[in-house]
């Protein structure tokens, strides 16, 4: 069975979640990271010399950094499913796991944590203003994405879709202003349609 330490309302621990939930693989989740502590431990830093969550342990495997760990997981268990065969149409989903992390989550970041994180008199209102509009104007390019296709790795879902799939609720569930982006919406409505993705990421935001 597999072993993954995080906590779960982490959005790069629900990709590993998500993703094992979509490959139907049993799996033990370790509270760790957060107010669990844990990841300062000894024996947690033998695993992960970061002090970071997620660190997945696949039968005496060890392997932390969220995005490898799905790439990981489709590539051994989601041959033909999540895992696409063809190299170039594979790339082209595998960007998104990158341009989350690098692009997307900088923009998001800093508004979730100001509005969910921060004490109400600690907040930069213009902090997260600057934020909400970066977010937005990075959304429109997924917007143009999405237009010609129905996910953002082709036309059926994939590994390309999870990393950017556990930014998005976090971008819908804030109580913030949206610029209408139809494309966004209907990729959005069409995760919800995934039982997985409805257990693991549709969450109160904390």
Not at 106 to 120: C, S
């Amino acid at each position: 069975m597999l072993v993954i330490w995080g906590r779960d309302n982490s959005v790069n621990v629900q990709k590993a979640l998500w993703c094992c939930e979509e490959l139907a693989l049993a799996y033990r989740r370790i509270n760790a990271g957060g107010a669990f502590g844990v990841v300062d431990s000894p024996s947690y830093r033998r695993l992960n010399p970061n002090a970071l969550v997620p660190t997945l342990d696949d039968n005496g495997f060890v392997l932390w950094e969220s995005n490898t760990i799905v790439r990981y997981l489709c590539a051994r268990y989601g041959r033909g499913r999540l895992w696409i065969e063809d190299p170039q149409a594979r790339a082209l989903a595998d960007r998104w796991l990158d341009w989350m992390v690098s692009t997307f989550w900088p923009a998001l970041g800093p508004l979730f944590r100001g509005i969910i994180r921060t004490p109400a008199a600690e907040r930069n209102l213009r902090a997260e203003e600057e934020a909400r509009v970066r977010t937005a104007d990075l959304l429109r390019i997924v917007d143009e994405h999405l237009s010609k296709q129905a996910y953002l790795g082709g036309d059926a879902f994939s590994m390309g879709d999870i990393a950017m799939g556990c930014a998005i609720w976090r971008w819908f569930a804030l109580p913030i202003e949206r610029p209408p982006l139809r494309n966004v919406e209907r990729w959005f409505e069409a995760l919800q349609q995934r039982r997985a993705y409805c257990k693991i990421v549709i969450r109160p935001l904390t």
